[in-house]
């Protein structure tokens, strides 16, 4: 069975850091490239960054550029999110996804408030 | 960035109704386009990729339909676990982007 589990979600401080984790199983993790979307509180989906199975290619939206890095350890079968500089506008729960957006995580709720 | 419009933003319908959803791009996305669902509490649901096709497991009342700049997806004769919101994305360009979402709520 196929499966994606975020973890590292939490309440923190504008400014402050955090970093997210997807763990996989079920399938060639090594195989996939990956993706992070999010959904604010009562929003919509925003696809949040990319990354490729060599990571050589990644990819993010100009909202976090600068701020968020993807990364990936195709050994340990997991995907990461270190986020930096956080924002109120941050908040959301993050999900992680295949690149054939097949297979999605239940998701972590990151809060964003002083 | 391309920017996805979808139409209309909630969707009164019956069970057994047929529901049309619209998907407007800003600028051509060819056939990149997916559609997903999804339903309170749970992560998104890939119905339909490449415009057209069904995903692994998706029921035969799903079909997706367009190119270019408009797309529909259609759900034939609703069952009462489709109520759900629904999105679309394309994935022609960077950023990938999502539409809004269209609600399908029971009448």
């Known amino acids: 069975e196929v499966q994606l589990v975020e973890s590292g979600g939490g309440l923190v401080q504008p400014g402050g850091s955090l970093r997210l984790s997807c763990a996989a199983s079920?399938?060639?993790?090594?195989?996939?490239?990956m993706n992070w979307v999010r959904q604010a509180p009562g929003k919509g989906l925003e696809w949040v960054s990319y990354?490729?199975?060599?990571?050589?290619?990644?990819q993010y939206a100009d909202s976090v550029k600068g701020r968020f890095t993807i990364s990936r350890d195709n050994v340990q079968n997991s995907l990461f999110l270190q986020m930096n500089s956080l924002r109120d506008e941050d908040t959301a729960v993050y999900f992680c996804?295949?690149?054939?957006?097949?297979?999605w995580g239940q998701g972590t709720l990151v809060t964003v408030s002083s | 960035e391309i920017v996805l419009t979808q139409s209309p933003a909630t969707l009164s319908l019956s069970p057994g109704e047929r529901a049309t959803l619209s998907c407007r791009a800003s600028?051509?996305?060819?056939?990149?386009l997916a559609w997903f669902q999804q339903r309170p509490a749970q992560a998104p649901r890939l119905l339909i990729y490449?415009?057209?096709n069904r995903a692994s497991d998706i029921p035969a009342r799903f079909s997706g339909s367009g190119s270019g700049t408009d797309f529909t997806l259609t759900i034939n004769s609703l069952e009462p676990e489709d109520f759900a919101i629904y999105y679309c994305?394309?994935?022609?360009?960077?950023?990938?982007?999502f539409g809004g979402g269209t609600k399908v709520e029971i009448k």
């Open positions: 996804a295949t690149s054939d957006w097949g297979y």
């Open positions: 990354i490729s199975v060599t990571s050589s290619t990644r």
């Open positions: 994305q394309q994935r022609s360009n960077w950023p990938l982007t």
């Open positions: 079920g399938f060639m993790f090594s195989n996939n490239g």
């Open positions: 600028q051509s996305v060819g056939s990149s």
């Open positions: 490449d415009a057209s």
